[in-house]
């Protein structure tokens, strides 16, 4: 694809853009200077695939092992339904750093025919979105990091496996651009330039910011590196939570699909 086009769809799309950088004419360059980042992937604990003659309906029924756990396609798209066997809509499987998406499992179901379903957060608006994924034809990994922001204490946590590792003073949402509560999950990893508005690291997140905070349509939400230690513990974001670079470093294993949960 040209780099033309590229640049302009980064910027059409917004993605993790400041308000203020974006309305300065600084977005595309921000946005160029962004580059995905891989992170250590958990070994798929169980990976299916249709099976004809297996069952009924064709399909083999895999029941997926308990605890927290993401699942991915290898697809450009995720086929979902708002209920266990009803209407069908897909998802993007990957983002536009071509990142394959992994989306965190949030309620399980087994239907009269036996087969499992996993309910999973989808990505897409509005925020909190949601479907239903049967077991057979996708993987799934292991969740082993999960991260709480709390809005009130301006503060971020974060758990792994099961141990409180990290918790690091953070800027949140201003009053006229508040950052919205809810459960959004990892959707890039994202380096960044030194120089730019974002720090030195980027975890986008799967949700978008509220209406108020003038940021493009398709503008995410993110956790995102600051140089300026006075905006730790303020509402001064537009929406974003800032976490200051040196302490930023301690998340850039965190996987893609890690569950973030932002709350009042």
Same mark, same amino acid.
């Given at each position: 694809?040209p ?15 400041s ?16 580059r ?7 070994a798929a ?35 979902v ?14 983002? @536009? ?7 965190? =499992? $949030? %309620? #399980?179901? &087994? ?6 379903? *996993? /309910? ?9 979105a949601?479907?239903?994924? @049967? ?7 292991? =969740? $082993? %990091? #999960?991260? &709480? ?6 503060? *971020? /946590? ?27 999950? &990892? ?8 120089t ?44 974003c ?10 998340l ?13």
């Amino acid at each position: 694809m040209p780099r033309r086009r590229v640049l302009g769809i980064l910027a059409g799309l917004g993605l993790f853009l400041s308000p203020v950088a974006f309305y300065r004419g600084e977005g595309t360059q921000a946005a160029a200077r962004m580059r995905p980042v891989a992170a250590p992937q958990a070994a798929a604990v169980f990976a299916a695939d249709p099976i004809a003659g297996s069952g009924s309906d064709g399909v083999r029924s895999v029941r997926a092992p308990s605890g927290p756990l993401v699942i991915a396609t290898d697809r450009a798209r995720l086929t979902v339904r708002d209920r266990p066997g009803a209407n069908v809509t897909t998802v993007p499987a990957r983002n @536009p750093w071509e990142q394959p998406l992994s989306f965190p =499992v $949030i %309620d #399980r179901k &087994v239907d009269p025919r036996g087969r499992e379903w *996993l /309910r999973v957060l989808t990505g897409i608006r509005p925020n909190g979105a949601s479907g239903w994924v @049967p077991t057979d034809g996708v993987r799934a990994s292991a =969740v $082993i %990091d #999960r991260i &709480v922001v709390d809005l009130s204490a301006r503060s *971020l /946590r974060r758990w792994h496996d099961g141990r409180l590792v990290d918790r690091f003073a953070v800027a949140v949402g201003a009053a006229s651009s508040p950052t919205p509560a809810g459960r959004f999950f &990892v959707w890039a990893r994202l380096d960044a330039s030194a120089t730019g508005p974002y720090g030195t690291f980027v975890l986008g997140l799967s949700g978008f910011p509220g209406q108020t905070s003038g940021a493009p349509g398709d503008a995410r939400l993110a956790i995102h590196g600051t140089d300026d230690p006075g905006d730790l513990g303020q509402a001064v974001s537009h929406g974003c939570v800032r976490v200051l670079n040196g302490q930023l470093l301690h998340l850039r294993d965190v996987a893609m699909g890690t569950l973030v949960t932002i709350r009042h």
